[in-house]
């Protein structure tokens, strides 16, 4: 237990819980084992958490959302969630990778990941430290809404009026959350990504708004 424990809320692969029991003749047996009682639980295959119980740490499905698919960060509703810029509580942690699209249904709920091009994906990506103890990926409130306006299909926005009503009225935006937004960030998801007349439009907002 207490090797788990020292573990924390970090999701592991099986290589490394092999190695905590290397000196038995079956390891393999120790972990399932180890899952039969619910001291870990999968998450697929080749990945695992260990419980709760054990260490004493929330289980962060940010920091699941990282591990699950990679290079990933959180992002879209997720991210402005994360933030308080939306209301609405998301029940999908959804994040950007460089990879193929990608879904899985997990025992701490269900994860999607949306492709963007390489040179996009590394703009205003944050590390959030948590408690000294853990720590994930996450976007930037600026680069989070870029990448719903990048990933939503059939999403257009040809003016900064309609720009505003999508954020108002469909996202339900916390529009004062823009004062303070780095335009410079949006100008370089314009310059990496996809979909500028919609990020100009945006862009146009934030500029008029200051």
């Known amino acids: 237990m207490e090797r788990l424990k020292k573990i924390g809320n970090i999701p592991i692969n099986k290589d490394v ?7 038995l003749k079956q390891p393999k047996d120790k972990i399932f084992d180890l899952e039969r009682k619910g001291l870990i639980i999968r998450i697929k295959r ?4 260990v419980a709760k119980h054990v260490h004493n740490q929330d289980i962060s499905r940010e920091l699941v959302a990282n591990h699950l698919y990679g ?29 193929m699209h990608k879904q899985y249904e997990t025992p701490f709920g269900n994860f999607e990941y949306f492709k963007v091009p390489d040179k996009y994906f590394y703009i205003a ?9 853990y720590c994930f990926l996450i976007a ?9 306006i990048l990933c939503t299909s059939n999403l257009r926005l040809q003016s900064s009026k309609s720009m505003r009503e999508y954020l108002e009225e ?20 314009i310059k990496f990504g996809k979909k500028n007349i919609e990020l100009t439009q945006l862009r146009k907002l934030l500029s008029n708004g200051k």
């Open 17 to 23: 819980l092999y190695s905590l029991f290397s000196n």
């Open 71 to 99: 290079p990933s960060y959180v992002s879209l509703e997720s991210a402005l969630a994360y933030y308080g810029l939306i209301p609405e509580r998301v029940f999908t942690m959804r994040s950007v990778c460089i990879k």
């Open 46 to 49: 080749n990945l695992y958490v």
């Open 125 to 133: 990506v944050n590390q959030k430290i948590i408690d000294n103890s």
């Open 140 to 148: 930037s409130p600026e680069k989070a809404l870029c990448d719903l």
């Open 170 to 189: 469909d996202l339900r935006f916390e529009m004062s959350a823009l004062n303070s937004f780095n335009v410079n960030i949006v100008e370089e998801c």
